[in-house]
């Protein structure tokens, strides 16, 4: 077993235990009673897990905005599961919130496949909106640490005739009004070697010359303005708290409308663990408040 293959398998089951802790750090007993759970759902033609999706919504009959939640793990680790509080509560702010799950990265997958499993669920969401009182044409995406990125890549993808011809998609009938970058690892690109090891286990061979991977590096995407308005937030405890103002930069020299909500001390994706917290229900409260402002 060559070195480098012996580092990947390190990182995977590191993620993986990462995750299991993190599951420990979910409070289940804050979550709504109100709040309807659809759960285990699968978007695609198998019946894999990878391929499955949640639905939190208040079963009112009110017509309701959407939310696509897609989670964190740095493209190989982590699960839906570890969106649930966040969903509930989500849905608690008049949303019907759709937590997807999507093929990890390595050995088999790759981000490119994490696209195109979104862009899947999606299909399937838009098709079956109607049954959960989702008005598809209101529909928001958050992206949690990795799945900052996929999340980018999402909105893109209904703006531009170019990506969808790269990834050979079929073009959307949706689009979104407004983004949630959440402790975004958006500079994933970053030129040293720890990243240099994790873009090896996330994209195929030679991913420099694929024209997906170039839409990626957002900093050189003359498309990124046709962002909608985005939101990223942070705090002083996120490891990755560089990555979102360096992100910002990017998304003013593109002129999007964005803010940044850099508050609290509940480290990289806190927001997904204590959402019910006083200064956290504030930042949900901020959240809604700018992407719904016309």
Known sequence: MGKLTMINQFMKKNGEKSFYNDIKRIDYSKLSKDIKEK????????????????????????????????????????????????????????????????????????????????????????????????????????????????????????????????????????????????????????????????RRMIFPKQYKYDKRYKDMVFESNNELYKLPKTILLTNSKDELRDMTYYFKKILDNSKVDNKIIDKGTDGHMGIIFKPYTEENQIILDDILNYLKER
């Open 39 to 198: 759960l285990n759902i699968n978007y695609s033609r198998d019946d894999s897990v990878e391929h499955s999706l949640d639905i939190y919504y208040k079963d009112n009959n009110e017509v309701k905005p959407i939310l696509i939640d897609i989670h964190g793990g740095g493209f190989i680790s982590n699960d839906k599961e570890l969106n649930h509080l966040f969903g509930n509560y989500m849905a608690q702010k008049d949303f019907v919130v759709f937590n997807i799950n999507y093929r990890l990265a390595y050995p088999e997958y790759n981000v490119f496949n994490q696209i195109i499993d979104i862009d899947c669920a999606l299909k399937w969401i838009i098709k079956k909106a109607k049954n959960y009182n989702a008005n598809i044409d209101e529909i928001y995406i958050a992206g949690h640490s990795s799945a900052g990125v996929l999340a980018v890549m999402e909105a893109l993808l209904c703006k531009s005739k170019n990506l969808i011809k790269d990834f050979n998609l079929d073009e959307r009938n949706y689009e979104y009004k407004g983004i949630i970058l959440d402790c975004g690892l958006m500079n994933f690109y970053k030129n040293n070697i720890a990243y240099w090891g994790m």
